[in-house]
Nanobody, 126 residues
Framework: QVQLVESGGGLVQAGGSLRLSCAAS????????VAWFRQAPGKEREFVAA????????FYAGSVKGRLTISRDNAKNTAYLQMNSLRPEDTAVYYC???????????????????WGQGTQVTVSS
């Protein structure tokens, strides 16, 4: 069973930076597409960014492009989300998600991801 554990969330002022980590265990991490989603209070979970299993392709929501960067280190079974120029509207619980091995599907849809972490809170103050 694959387990994903997020870390790195916290409270930061607008314009600041955070780096989230997603540590995977129990599976073949290098065969999974990994994504970050976020959910703010009273809102639906939304796609933030994704990276394919080789790291060769990345995908971003328009609202974060140019500010957030997804990456992965398959040797460490870990994915990252570098968050720069943070805004109050980035405040949410951030979730790491992974597909099954070499799985396809809609990269932007939560339904394409089989495994989920417990989430880490990011709060950006104005």
């Amino acid at each position: 069973q694959v387990q994903l554990v997020e870390s790195g969330g916290g409270l930061v002022q607008a314009g600041g930076s955070l780096r989230l980590s997603c540590a995977a265990s129990g599976g073949t991490f290098s065969s999974y597409t990994v994504a970050w989603f976020r959910q703010a209070p009273g809102k639906e979970r939304e796609f933030v960014a994704a990276i394919t299993w080789t790291g060769g392709s990345t995908f971003y929501a328009g609202s974060v492009k140019g500010r957030l960067t997804i990456s992965r280190d398959n040797a460490k079974n870990t994915a990252y989300l570098q968050m720069n120029s943070l805004r109050p509207e980035d405040t949410a619980v951030y979730y790491c998600a992974a597909t099954g091995p070499y799985a396809g599907g809609n990269t932007y849809s939560p339904g394409s991801y089989r495994y989920w972490g417990q989430g880490t809170q990011v709060t950006v103050s104005s």
